[in-house]
């Protein structure tokens, strides 16, 4: 076939003993999650004491957090044992499954906070607000806290992401029950609870769509959003001897394991040992220092080859 194969290593981004980018936020995942199990409990406490729906609604919140950081952590687990003949990349998409069943959970809560939200709008319950007031901001602060821990992870890792989304949710989701219990303490407008349960809904739906959306494309195997095609294509056949090239793919493995693939036509002049060497040397060197690509596959192949091809790529 007069076809070659190399691999060549892009950028890396601190990725963790487990070889995914989660695994490197381990010991902040679990931090995060000792203090949301935490938060979880005086809420609870706390909604039953008030009768404070909004209370209530950031419990629960705070239950799918919980749910979803240990998901999260399992999810890291499983990512971090190797391949094997019948997974030849790992388990490391089970980051991106844990992500997917993340926004489900969240969008199930979503949907009960909004329904039980305009129930008690036509139907307002007395809550005790002064208590409320003190559990919320002890809740948000523990909040900020989890944020500070989980800020740089999110920007590497859908896995970390969802556990930082959901975060934020209650960071905000803290801030309105606390502004709900106050202007029912000033007024005695008993509406202001649930109206801070909708606004908390609210905050939910978008940011996991987002979330459910990015893990959707990973699993569909999309190009990175981060990566243009057109460029790639671009600087490939801008290196000497590459007289063109098909079958071009980039996707995702997990958060951070960008891959690439393609088969790239060659000028006869290279077609022995030594032009073929240097030539994956350059396209190595060229994908790795210019795209966050972190695996990449090439076939280099004569002019002609594709159509010996047919059926077998696309």
């Known amino acids: 076939m007069g076809a070659g194969h190399a691999h060549g290593h892009g ?9 995914t980018a989660a695994a490197a936020y381990r010991g902040r995942l679990v931090a995060t ?22 209370l209530l609604a950031d419990a629960g919140h705070m239950a799918t ?21 019948r997974r030849t990349f790992g388990l490391a998409r089970a980051e991106i499954l844990a992500a997917v069943l993340n926004a489900l959970i969240l969008f199930g809560m979503g949907g009960y906070i909004l329904v039980e939200g305009v129930r008690r709008l036509i139907a307002p319950t007395p809550i005790d607000a002064g208590p409320t007031v003190v559990v919320a901001l002890v809740g948000m602060a523990a909040n900020i806290v989890s944020l500070a821990l989980l800020m740089r ?14 975060v934020a949710a209650d960071a905000l989701g803290s801030a309105a ?7 029912v303490m000033l007024t005695g407008w008993q509406r202001a ?5 909708l606004a908390i809904g609210l905050l939910i739906v978008p940011r996991t769509w987002k979330l459910l959306t990015e893990a959707v494309n990973v699993l569909l195997e999309a190009a990175p959003k981060d990566v243009d095609l057109a460029l790639v294509r671009k600087h490939i056949l801008g290196i000497d001897g590459v007289e063109d090239l098909h079958d071009l793919h980039v ?12 088969h790239v036509v060659v000028s006869p002049d290279v077609l022995h040992e030594t032009g073929y060497a240097k030539l994956l040397h350059e396209l190595q060197d060229c994908l790795g220092g210019h795209f966050d690509v972190e695996h990449c596959t090439f076939q280099l192949e004569p002019g002609g080859h594709a159509e010996h091809e047919a059926g077998l790529c696309h």
Do not use: K, Y
């Open 33 to 54: 999650l000792c203090i949301t199990v935490g938060i979880l409990a005086v809420e609870l406490v706390g909604s039953m004491l008030t009768g404070s729906l909004a």
């Open 11 to 19: 950028h890396t981004h601190g990725r963790g003993p487990g070889g």
């Open 193 to 197: 609870d649930p109206l801070a349960s």
């Open 65 to 85: 957090d919980a749910a979803g950081v240990g998901m999260a952590l399992v999810a890291i687990h499983f990512a971090s044992r190797p391949a094997d003949d």
């Open 177 to 183: 029950v606390v502004v709900a219990a106050v202007v």
């Open 153 to 166: 992870g999110q920007r590497e890792s859908l896995n970390v992401r969802g556990a930082f989304l959901e």
């Open 251 to 262: 996707w995702t493995i997990t958060s951070g394991r960008p891959v690439l693939s393609v």
